[in-house]
């Protein structure tokens, strides 16, 4: 009897498993598809950052554009003024207070980093990421958990929700607690953006430092 039983307990294990494993390929296939559907995005934003006790630690707003592949324009207002470019080969970070520029591979930026959603190879996120359907969503809505498959990641997880199969926020939690949430508003998908916006030359006398080196 009791070998019995554990048969049936062992088959319904094994059948969570891969239920499981099915409900998580569903989920990947879903985003992915919908993410590669987008090849240009441009938006206005508003981020707020959290620390692990829910105390604020900033609340910015600015504008978004992101031209796949590899290309995107990232710039908050005061009072934290960051300008961030994408050329498709390096990721320049501007520090408009510190008048510092720091200089990164493009390859190495997008390595578990929620820019690769938007920006990255969508085909290549189920390497990077474990994704399954977020529990809480609204109608209308659909949401998913990427968590990163690589331990010394920034992120611990990233929830992703479209509405009306239009992204509009991105959460993100780091290792230590810490959370920020981007709500995207007066979202356009596919439409012509300004090019330009993706070529960036520091400007004189400002310090630029190479990342990883």
């Known amino acids: 009897m009791r ?47 959290q620390g692990s006790q829910g105390e604020s630690l900033s609340n910015t707003q600015g504008e978004v554009v992101i031209s796949r592949p590899g290309k995107f324009y990232w710039k908050s207002k005061k009072p934290d003024p960051i300008l961030v470019v994408a050329d498709g080969k390096f990721v320049w970070t501007y520090d408009l207070d510190l008048e510092q520029v720091t200089k990164q591979d493009l390859g190495q930026a997008l390595q578990n980093s929620p820019a690769t959603l938007l920006a990255g190879d969508a085909s290549k996120l189920g390497d990077t990421f474990t994704i399954s359907f977020a529990k809480k969503c609204d109608n209308n809505q659909t949401c998913y958990q990427l968590k990163p498959k690589q331990k010394d990641s920034t992120f611990s997880t990233i929830n992703i929700r479209f509405t009306q199969e239009k992204l509009n ?23 012509s953006v300004n090019q330009k916006l993706f070529a960036f030359t520091p400007p004189k006398g400002v310090d630029v430092i190479q990342a990883g080196s």
């Open 3 to 49: 070998s019995v039983l554990k048969s049936v307990l062992l088959t319904f294990g094994l059948c969570c498993v891969v239920t499981q494993a099915i409900a998580e390929d569903s989920a990947a296939e879903q985003l992915m598809a919908s993410l590669k559907k987008i090849s240009t995005f441009k938006a206005n934003f508003s981020q707020k950052i």
């Open 169 to 191: 926020e991105i959460r993100m939690r780091d290792p230590l607690g810490q959370n920020v949430k981007t709500i995207f508003t007066n979202v356009e998908v596919n439409q």
